[in-house]
């Protein structure tokens, strides 16, 4: 399996970008996917996530309502639209993929791809 990020960039505060995530490697039918972002000196965190399936969505509090994640089945992509940046939002942000059920925890997604870096200036 493998997992290719891409389209992060610099954007001022306020300001759009659009992530994707191309998979290959199987079918992801049965799998969730999910993105994750680390900030310089702090934990990576939980963004959102989707059921490949089902279609089900989750997102962290601090990104609701500004990010969308959602998949293109035909393309294998899952996208991470994320609208009304803020500067807080600055991290490299890494897509996941999981077996099994919705889970918020990284150490439960089993496949990672490298990160794309989006820097959102004030």
């Known amino acids: 399996v493998q997992l290719q990020a891409s389209g992060g960039g610099s954007v001022q505060a306020g300001g759009s970008l659009r992530l994707s995530c191309a998979a290959s490697?199987?079918?992801?039918?049965?799998?969730?996917m999910g993105w994750f972002r680390q900030a310089p000196g702090k934990e990576r965190e939980f963004v959102a996530t989707i059921s490949w399936s089902s279609g089900t969505t989750r997102y962290a509090d601090s990104v609701k309502g500004r990010f969308t994640i959602s998949t293109d089945n035909a393309k294998n992509t899952v996208s991470l639209q994320l609208n009304s940046l803020k500067p807080e939002d600055t991290a490299v942000y890494y897509c996941?993929?999981?077996?099994?059920?919705?889970?918020?925890?990284?150490?439960?997604?089993?496949?990672w791809g490298q990160g794309t870096q989006v820097t959102v200036s004030s």
């Open positions: 996941a993929a999981r077996r099994g059920g919705l889970s918020y925890f990284q150490g439960d997604y089993n496949y």
């Open positions: 490697g199987r079918t992801f039918g049965g799998y969730y």
